[in-house]
């Protein structure tokens, strides 16, 4: 499975927006970018998922280079309850089954009132 | 609509022992996977069942084992407890199999720790 690359920590001040940068430069044409983040005591939870072209939704937006190799998640105003790791997984196409979820270490997401 | 449950949410067990974890996927998602968390290793892939079949399997040892019901409810068997197993076990689930964009739900998780 292709790897990513995600700083360790990232702050943020409340209603501010946060970029978070993820690296995956041996990405395949078929990989989706996927993003996934867990607050503390719960399970992950989907956030957004993009192949080539930016997406948009109501939690987030997802921005990807050009060439794949890079994409980064907006939260375009964090809030205390954003305060979460945040995790860039890669899924590629499997003739069985779901492709599983291959976390990394993610990012830790701390969101200062 | 209910998520995803996991029982027990806690679990305190011994070494040799074995444990049975129980997951109930979402109304109508027919997808099972499960997860293990630690510290050290962080989430990893157990294996998945759709239909009552195994579909995907992660690297870990035969004494993880799992099934799914006619219901789509699951549950995860660990034989012969060892330290190394106390983790945060997490259950997804997921409307369809076979594919790589699929959003998964988790449950809770069950917290069991080996003594």
Redesign the interface.
Known sequence: DAKTTQPNSMESNEEEPVHLPCNHSTISG?D?I?WYRQLP??????VI?GLTSNVNNRMASLAIAEDRKSSTLILHRATLRDAAVY?CIL???????????????GTRLSVIA | KAG?TQTPRYLIKTRGQQVTLSCSPISGHR?V?W?QQTPGQ????LF?Y?SETQ??K?NFPGRFSGRQFSNSRSEMNVSTLELGDSALY?C?S?A??????????????TRLTVL
């Open positions: 078929t989706y996927h005591s719960q399970g992950p939870e989907y998922h995790y899924r590629s196409p499997r003739n069985s089954g779901n492709t599983p979820l291959v976390f990394g270490k | 995803v997808s996977s997860y962080g989430l990893q892939f998945e759709f579909r995907n992660g997490l997804a997921s369809l199999s076979g594919g790589f964009y699929n959003e998964q739900f988790f449950g809770p998780g």
